[in-house]
């Protein structure tokens, strides 16, 4: 068996996928997956009886983590990955901004506010775990985030800020929720491998949200 440490491509949950099985499920979420839509945080094996949890593979440090009344300002880590423990609130504005190494980002449940740009140039950037808690993300959060692919907006999301996503040339999959209302200027500039969007019925729409190519259907 070729046993690699990942994180579910459904639900984001830290887990342990043997690459040998086409297909495997989640004992976090209980839904199947296609192995190789995992997102692997190791790239060597480990031994298939190797112990593994969230709180072991990396909860991140303090040390690398500046944090006031409960919002993150900065993240002063260089890790590929992230974990943030349930004492973040908020991530602040530019909190992780041009981390040039982080590939993975899991956010706690706690977490209830994304602010602007926080996450902005991080272009190595691949997966998020996004709660549903967040009500709020800021203008420009995820902009050059040109490793990107997909993203799904959290169900207590109503507007998609201003260049939220500017520049996110590998961006090819948004899945809006049901509590959308508004899409603001240049949300998705620049973000040319986007060819469609399903946008919940009566959301508004901004000029200049999307590119001019994409095929926008309201359902």
């Known amino acids: 068996m070729a046993m690699n440490h990942a994180f579910c491509p459904l639900c984001g949950a830290v887990i342990t996928v043997d690459r040998s099985q086409e297909a495997m499920i989640c004992p976090a979420c209980g839904r199947p997956f296609i192995s190789a839509q995992a997102v692997f945080a190791d790239p060597k094996p480990v031994q298939p009886t190797a112990t593994f949890s969230k709180k072991e593979f990396s909860t991140t440090p303090l040390s690398d983590l500046e944090i006031e009344y409960g919002v993150l300002r ?10 943030l423990p349930d004492c973040i609130k908020e991530i602040g504005s530019n909190a992780f901004l ?39 993300i800021g203008k420009g959060a995820f902009s ?17 800020a201003g260049d939220t996503f500017w520049g996110c040339t590998a961006l090819k999959s948004v899945q809006f929720p049901p509590s959308l209302r508004r899409i603001e200027a240049n949300a998705f500039h620049g973000c040319t491998a986007l060819v469609s969007a399903e946008v919940p019925a009566g959301t508004y729409i901004a000029d200049g949200a999307f590119p001019v190519q994409t095929s926008i259907t309201q359902i």
């Open 74 to 83: 900065r993240y002063k880590g260089n890790n590929s990955y992230v974990i």
């Open 98 to 136: 041009a981390a040039r190494n982080l590939r993975i980002a899991v956010l706690p449940d706690s977490i209830t506010k994304i602010g602007a740009q926080a996450f902005s140039e991080c272009r190595q950037l691949v997966k998020l775990r996004i709660p549903d808690t967040v009500i709020l």
């Open 144 to 160: 050059g985030c040109k490793s990107l692919t997909e993203f799904t907006i959290p169900n207590g999301i109503q507007t998609v």
